[in-house]
């Protein structure tokens, strides 16, 4: 069974700080997307990493997906409060069906 | 196009009950997702369609529940005889057949009292 794991599972912060959010897996993925959703939305797709040790940039977002294809990182750089929101990292299944497997995902609090 | 619709937002049923929720697609789009979320969760995978035809369906999803897609157009999901655990945000998503991206609806929120 595929398995996607996010940590942590929970972060707060200050405005202005860095931050890493970890997916991983012991499976490889063709390719990992990332979503990020707010409180009684849906969530919204940010980036589809495909080749590995591939890295993707959206304004302050980093993305990078591990050169195995069993992992990926988003790094926030001087994070606001508009980023709060719960990060959730997903990928196909083995089958290639189209259904996507999700991670648990990430809440993440930024305080002004 | 206005994006994936989802309808009702919210929905409040005392146990026992049947409800039905309707997901309208990006037009064209052919493939038709359905999951179920909880509170600070990711998404469990619940059934998808291709047009109008159910490829998967989830071993979560019990007798109790069915989705249908006619015309390969909008889709339903039913619950029949509703519990208590059943209370979660329904979400829908649709994509292209060769493009995992997903758009998804804005959910349905049940809650069973």
């Known amino acids: 069974t595929q398995l996607l794991e996010q940590s942590p599972q929970f972060l707060s912060i200050q405005e202005g700080e860095n931050l890493t959010v970890y997916c991983n897996s012991s499976?490889?993925?063709?390719?990992l997307q990332w979503y990020r959703q707010e409180p009684g939305e849906g969530p919204v797709l940010l980036v589809t990493?495909?080749?590995?040790?591939e890295v993707k940039k959206l304004k302050r977002l980093t993305f990078q997906f591990g050169d195995a294809r069993k992992d990926s990182s988003l790094h926030i750089t001087a994070a606001q409060p508009g980023d709060t929101g719960l990060y959730l990292c997903?990928?196909?299944?083995?089958?290639?069906?189209?259904?996507?497997?999700f991670g648990q995902g990430t809440t993440l609090q930024v305080k002004p | 196009d206005t994006g994936v619709s989802q309808n009702p937002r919210h929905k409040i049923t005392k146990r026992g009950q049947n409800v039905t929720f309707r997901c309208d697609p990006i037009s064209e789009h052919n493939r038709l997702y359905w999951y179920r979320q909880t509170l600070g969760q990711g998404p469990e995978f619940l059934t998808y369609f291709q047009n109008e035809a159910q490829l998967e369906k989830s071993r979560l999803l019990s007798d109790r529940f069915s989705a249908e897609r006619p015309k390969g157009s909008f889709s339903t999901l039913e619950i029949q005889r509703t519990e208590q655990g059943d209370s979660a945000m329904y979400l829908c998503?649709?994509?292209?057949?060769?493009?995992?991206?997903?758009?998804f609806g804005s959910g349905t929120r049940l809650t069973v009292v």
């Open positions: 990493v495909v080749t590995g040790g």
């Open positions: 997903a990928g196909p299944n083995s089958g290639n069906t189209g259904k996507l497997i």
């Open positions: 499976s490889v993925f063709s390719s």
């Open positions: 998503a649709s994509s292209l057949l060769t493009d995992y991206g997903y758009t």
